[in-house]
């Protein structure tokens, strides 16, 4: 299995910013998507962003678009997880995501927490 590696959770105020970061300890070169999900406590995870392995086809929920950005380190299977102006409603476990191209399977990080106080 694909081995996922997250950093960078942590305790911010409100409107203050957060990276994380997820390495993918992977070889070769077939396509993959990388991304990000949450989870509050007694909700469903959710969307946050993802981005390809070619750096392509990044997409951002509606709930982190124009305050997240999502990035790829053009040397490394890493992804980053730029968080600015973070609410309170940002507080959750993110999850690491990978998945290769055409198949079902998924991966997932340990999960970072992220507190934002208010």
């Known amino acids: 299995q694909v081995q996922l590696t997250e950093s960078g959770g942590g305790s911010v105020q409100a409107g203050g910013s957060l990276r994380l970061s997820c390495a993918a300890y992977v070889r070769g070169t077939i396509p993959y998507i990388m991304g990000w999900y949450r989870q509050a406590p007694g909700k469903e995870r959710e969307f946050v962003a993802r981005?390809?392995?070619?750096?392509?086809?990044?997409r951002y929920a509606d709930s982190v678009k124009g305050r997240f950005t999502i990035s790829k380190d053009s040397a490394e299977n890493k992804i980053y997880l730029q968080m600015n102006s973070l609410k309170s409603t940002d507080t959750a476990v993110y999850y690491c995501?990978?998945?290769?191209?055409?198949?079902?399977?998924?991966?997932w990080g340990q999960g970072t927490q992220v507190t934002v106080e208010s």
């Open positions: 995501y990978f998945g290769w191209g055409g198949e079902d399977t998924d991966y």
């Open positions: 981005i390809r392995r070619n750096g392509g086809g990044i």
